[in-house]
């Protein structure tokens, strides 16, 4: 190189030095600085050496940016190559069409002409005809009769001429009406507890209430049997999660202990036992009065989905506290439960203190983000709700009477026919699920839906409607029963439940020989 | 004299429409034939990026000091609640061994900001939410923390509703027909769908809508927002990619979560950040393994709920057909509510329904019902039906609402009262572009394309959220204010949901009183980019010309 351009080089250099020095110099207290850097470094250059690495990697730590870094596994390609991956690539089709083979599930689902009461016209494709057949309706959640009852049918209507039908409007923007406010009110005194939050599908509220109090970090002691409304809200939350052995009260203790010891040196995070009144997938219940115990010498708070037990067990309906007297609502941090089952209706709703409501209100994904459930509703749920604490009604006797009865039926004919099936459920519950013994139990999930589904198919045409339960094993945590559904209702008569006993296992031994 | 009792301040003298049956404080009549307009993209035209107004940088600052203020004061409160163990606080800290039920960080914001505007949220409402909303009046005596009221309501111009097509009515075909199907369904049919929950008039309404939206195929979900958390476990797996744009709705976020894909995010609208995330994705494959993406679905919605924007459908075809992704689109705002026919997206750039692989839509917003759709090829809903959570596990769609929606629908396609669906349909798109004109030329910054019937109106500083929300209920009008987070941290704003219900006269007298509150709490920031100047000076018509020039000018092109 030319020596005359490193001699301007140099030059250059210089003055850029010296003007830098005499502009830092120039700046208020820039000689203090100076002072403590020259008689700080002039022990210990190699400090200087460490110190100016580190200077180094904090400014390029800063400047890398976040994209970069996960580019970590990028392979660099050209356009052209990129052109042709792009063309070479092949998706699967969005979802693969049905099978011949799987036809029949879609062809089990009934179709009901008319109104969903006792009694149904419906057209099961499965059983080969597309005619409507009159059958007895043995699987509805509308146990007390509340979907069809005449009284609380005005009442839509006379709601409907009021609020219209859809609200329009999540409840932050104008959509929280006065009949949602009221059934509010009704539901957390009828359920003995100080606020109440309504919900516009029963499904989506265990999916939204969880993960609006636990967060990442947070730990959840659930029982291996919950339904999949808590388990998905489990999973969105991101918590630490155990299980317990299904209402196993010495193996929730021993997961209790163990999980206490394991964070006993974190710092103190949220912790909650989550537990089913009745629950969804097997019809029993827990030892409620063990649980509040436990939860008490371990600290830990509970949340209970009562889905299932508000309108079905306690004498009047009020769920699965009414059996235990020495527990009471605040006992309970969370409750949470549908309008879609027992009451007839839909939507759900979720009761606790004022400040476990309030923090629903602006930080549940589904109160916020969702309009609120249609008026017509909320005001036929609060009728529902008024009906059971009116005890001189009667629903509620006669459901227990009615389910008692069933499953008496069901377990004098399952004797004799050398108990071909098991009730799992409770032998009080009119929620009644049942699956097939043991010596008949295929391995294949298919096989053993279709044996059900056969089950299901006779009864039909011999004029009973029930149902598989029909659960969804690709998004289930825990390995799924396979069950059939059979649900009383105080419009049964006491010919209609011998006739539910006899149609039934007359078909169970033809498809069970 | 009956409607000035009744609070109701405007009344036609002849209306000229369809739709004289109806009540006037649900549904106003049509004053005039000019008040129509029928709204059309240009058939294969890509959709030109709105012009965004932006305000002067000095707005932005004290937006920001206003931020840092409201913040240091509620420390300040915080430090002092601390200090003598205040009665809120006791939700906040450790007590006997027990975590506190939220954390006081993530509360912050909604304990010491929104808390001060709490009387601007969540108003109580009573009756139809149609052209006027009457809401219960209520007041706090200590600083909102609780609400009470004192029995009287105030009937207020409603402009907060997603009342599109002005379906929310007490009256009419509709309320008839929701009428019938409780006498003759009930109130519920007891079950899930794929349980004993399905109905023939399920059956019969999935095939209306099916029809409504042209595909072949429709599923009906109870709740519009279920919908979308349980569509994507039925659709993609840990394998698939989920592109998402990054303006999506919390249910679209909620749902592909749970599916459990890999999710990415482009800028909102942005085709040329799309692209290069494409070409990138589908090159690199999936992280780690570099094996390919199984699948790769595209979700975006058509009408933006918070900016007024439209997804570039006409752009995003032709990516899908270079590119072989499948594309989602999110119909909650747009069924119903764009295109000449009512039909959504689709209908409004004149694309075949076949280029989007699965429409969902609620039924909320357009239609005066509730619960949300996804409509697709017969195949996929097939599938969808057997592997859905919505329909295996969730409570079937109500009976009143499937007879709301099939009469509505079919207003809409003219077999119920031939006319009327087109009344409703001109009458929303002309309100939507003469408001959306005459609050360009009194000098605001609003956002959106010139078609939606969402127009976000700028406020930026957040007391003036509560302080618009607050004046305008002094006029008797109900407005949304938005804030963050659910809009970055210096575009607060107003949201005015338009529908086929208000009169021009009603828009008017938005009008005056926008512009009278604009003045008075300035909100007039507009430079002038975004609408005609005259002088090459920004914008600021009187009310008077908007007013005069409104009707002819907003049916031609806007500015």
């Not at chain 2, 369809?18 to 404080?25: A, I, Q, S």
Request: aromatic share 10%.
């Amino acid at each position: 190189m030319d020596q005359s351009v490193i001699n301007d080089w140099v030059s250059y250099i210089n003055d850029a030095t010296v003007v830098t020095g005499d502009f830092f110099r120039s700046l208020p207290g820039s000689s203090i600085i100076i002072r403590y850097i020259k008689s700080s470094y002039q022990d210990d250059p190699i400090r200087s050496i460490w110190e100016a690495l580190l200077f180094i990697f904090a400014v390029h730590y800063f400047l890398a940016s976040k994209k970069s870094y996960l580019k970590k596994n990028y392979v660099p390609l050209s356009e052209r190559e990129v052109d042709e991956l792009v063309n070479e690539w092949e998706p699967e089709p969005l979802v693969q069409p049905l099978q011949k083979s799987e036809q029949w599930d879609l062809s089990s689902i009934p179709v009901i002409h008319g109104a969903a009461g006792v009694k149904v016209n419906a057209v099961l494709n499965t059983t080969g005809t597309t005619k409507p057949k009159q059958v007895l309706n043995c699987a509805s959640n509308d146990f007390l009769s509340f979907a069809n009852d005449e009284s609380i049918k005005a009442k839509a209507v006379e709601v409907i001429r009021q609020y219209g039908v859809g609200s329009c409007g999540p409840p932050g923007f104008y959509g929280q009406q006065k009949a949602h406010i009221s059934f509010e009110s009704t539901i957390s005194k009828f359920m003995g507890a100080q606020d109440a939050i309504v919900y516009a599908q029963a499904f989506n509220t265990g999916t939204s209430v969880i993960p609006s109090f636990l967060k990442r970090g947070d730990i959840v002691i659930a029982d291996a049997g919950i339904n999949l409304s808590v388990q998905k809200g489990i999973q969105m939350s991101r918590v630490t999660v155990r299980w317990y052995q299904h209402n196993d009260m010495k193996d929730l203790e021993k997961v209790l202990e163990q999980t206490n010891k394991e964070f006993r040196k974190r710092p103190l995070t949220r912790r909650f036992i989550i537990t089913e009144a009745l629950f969804e997938n097997s019809g029993d219940s827990p030892d409620l009065q063990k649980i509040v115990e436990l939860k008490y010498k371990y600290k830990y708070r509970l949340m209970l989905d009562e889905t299932w037990s508000l309108g079905i067990l306690g004498k009047t309906g009020r769920g699965l506290l009414e059996e235990y007297p020495l527990v009471s609502r605040d006992d309970i941090e969370i409750t949470f439960g549908s309008m879609a089952h027992a009451l007839g209706g839909g939507g759900g709703y979720c009761i606790g203190s004022r400040s476990v409501v309030k923090h629903q209100r602006i930080g549940s994904l589904a109160v916020v983000f969702s309009a609120s459930m249609p008026a017509y509703l909320a005001v036929c749920a609060e009728a529902a709700i008024e009906e059971l604490s009116d005890t001189s009604s009667g629903r509620m006797a006669k459901l227990h009477k009615n389910a008692v009865r069933l499953n008496e039926i069901l377990a004098t004919a399952n004797l004799r026919s050398k108990n071909k099936l098991t009730i799992i459920s409770r032998p009080d519950s009119p929620y009644i699920l049942v699956k097939i013994s043991e010596k008949y139990v295929d391995e294949n999930y298919g096989a053993m839906e279709k044996k059900l589904q056969e089950i299901t198919d006779e009864c039909f045409k011999e004029g009973i409607m029930i149902t598989r339960s029909k659960r969804l094993q690709q998004y289930e945590v825990i390995p799924i029963e396979h069950t059939l559904k059979i649900c009383a209702s105080i419009d049964h008569s006491e010919n209609d439940l011998n006739f539910i006993g006899s149609i039934l296992f007359k078909a169970v031994n033809k498809v069970l020989p | 004299m009956a409607a000035v009792e009744a609070g109701y301040r405007v009344r036609p003298t002849k209306p000229v429409g369809k739709l004289g049956h109806l009540r006037d404080e649900e549904f106003g009549a049509l004053t005039s034939p000019d008040y129509l307009y029928k709204h059309q993209h240009p058939p294969g035209v890509e959709l030109p990026a709105p012009v965004e107004d932006e305000p002067p940088y000095s707005i932005l600052i004290w937006t920001y000091l206003s931020y840092l203020v409201l913040i240091l004061i509620g420390h300040i409160r915080d430090f002092f609640s601390r200090h003598f163990k205040s009665e809120s606080m006791k939700d906040l800290g450790e007590h006997d061994g027990y975590a506190p039920l939220y954390s006081d960080f993530d509360s912050f914001y909604i304990r010491r900001l929104q808390h001060r505007i709490r009387d601007c949220f969540s108003r109580p409402t009573v009756g139809v939410p149609g052209r006027y909303i009457t809401l219960i009046n209520r007041s706090s005596n200590d600083y909102n923390n609780t609400f009470t009221e004192d029995g009287t309501t105030t009937s207020c111009l409603n402009l907060s509703s997603y009342n599109y097509l002005g379906f929310a009515q007490s009256v009419g075909q509709c309320t008839d027909a929701a009428e019938d199907y409780i006498n003759e369904y009930g109130i519920s049919s007891g079950a899930s769908r794929a349980t004993t929950g399905t109905l023939d008039a399920h059956v019969l309404c999935e095939d209306v809508v099916a029809d409504f939206v042209g595909k072949e195929s429709s599923m009906l979900f109870s709740m519009g927002y279920g919908t979308n958390a349980s569509i994507f476990s039925s659709l993609v797996d840990k394998n698939c990619l989920v592109i998402s744009d990054e303006l999506n709705h919390a249910s679209i976020r909620f749902g592909s979560r749970l599916s459990g894909a890999v999710i990415k995010i482009f800028k909102h609208n942005d085709m040329h950040d799309l692209e290069k995330l494409l070409r990138e994705q589908i090159s690199q494959g999936q992280p780690r393994t570099h094996r390919p993406w199984k699948k790769i679905l595209l979700v975006v919605e058509g009408l933006y709920s918070m900016e007024g924007t439209m997804t570039n459908l006409p752009r995003l075809v032709e990516l899908r057909k270079k590119y072989k992704f499948y594309l989602f689109v999110d119909e909650a705002h747009s069924v119903g509510a764009m295109g000449p026919r009512g039909r959504g997206v689709c209908d409004y750039f004149s694309i075949d329904t076949s280029n989007v692989d699965i429409l969902m839509g609620t039924l909320t917003k357009s239609f005066g019902a509730t619960g949300g759709f996804v409509a697709a090829d017969k195949a996929i809903i097939d599938r969808i039906r057997l592997t859905n959570m919505g329909s295996n596990y969730a409570e079937a769609m109500s009976p009143p609402v499937l007879g709301q929606i099939f009469s509505s629908l079919k207003t809409i396609t003219g077999e119920i009262n031939p006319g009327e669906g087109d009344e409703r349909l001109q009458r929303l798109a002309f309100n939507s572009r003469y408001l959306r004109l005459g609050l360009k030329r009194l000098g605001f910054i609003v956002y959106g394309i010139d078609d939606s019937p969402i127009i976000p109106l700028l406020l930026y500083q957040p007391s003036k959220m509560p302080a618009f929300s607050r004046l305008m209920l002094e006029k008797k009008i109900a407005v949304v204010v938005v804030g963050y987070p659910a809009t970055p941290l210096t575009s607060s704003r107003v949201r005015f949901c338009l529908s086929s219900s208000l009169t021009k006269a009603d828009l008017d007298e938005l009008l005056a009183a926008t512009n009278e509150i604009g003045d008075k709490i300035c909100l007039k920031y507009g430079s002038g980019i975004a609408s005609d100047s005259i002088d090459g000076k920004p914008v600021r018509w009187s009310l008077s010309d908007v007013i005069a020039n409104g009707v002819e000018d907003c049916k031609k092109p806007l500015k």
